[in-house]
């Protein structure tokens, strides 16, 4: 089991920034790749960003490519989300998740390949 935490997500003006945390404990060994998903009000859930927990490599979603950037730092188990120039479209619960199983290097945009989620971090972004 993986246990994932968010934090700081808030309120922002439109063209701001902010950073969002995703900490992970328990079997954290396991993790090929982790992944950022949001779902604003009466969307479905989509896909932000993802990044391989071993080699680094990153991917984003074209809505949001440019102005957010995944890291991670794997002495301290958390993967981050930095937002910037902000758009009021970019409200949303942002939800963090880690996939244990290899089947994420072919379906990382998808949240069925993702086996743990966090509880999510609310955004609003103010125009």
């Known amino acids: 089991q993986v246990q994932l935490v968010e934090s700081g997500g808030g309120l922002v003006q439109a063209g701001g920034s902010l950073r969002l945390s995703c900490a992970a404990s328990?079997?954290?060994?396991?993790?090929?790749?982790m992944g950022w998903f949001r779902q604003a009000p009466g969307k479905e859930r989509e896909f932000v960003s993802a990044?391989?927990?071993?080699?680094?490599?990153?991917y984003y979603a074209d809505s949001v490519k440019g102005r957010f950037t995944i890291s991670r730092d794997n002495a301290k188990n958390t993967v981050y989300l930095q937002m910037s120039s902000q758009k009021p479209d970019d409200t949303a619960v942002y939800y963090c998740a880690a996939a244990s199983g290899r089947r994420w290097f072919f379906s990382r945009t998808l949240q069925t390949a993702y086996d743990f989620w966090g509880q999510g971090t609310q955004v609003t972004v103010s125009s």
């Open positions: 990044i391989s927990w071993s080699a680094g490599t990153t």
């Open positions: 328990g079997r954290t060994s396991g993790v090929y790749g």
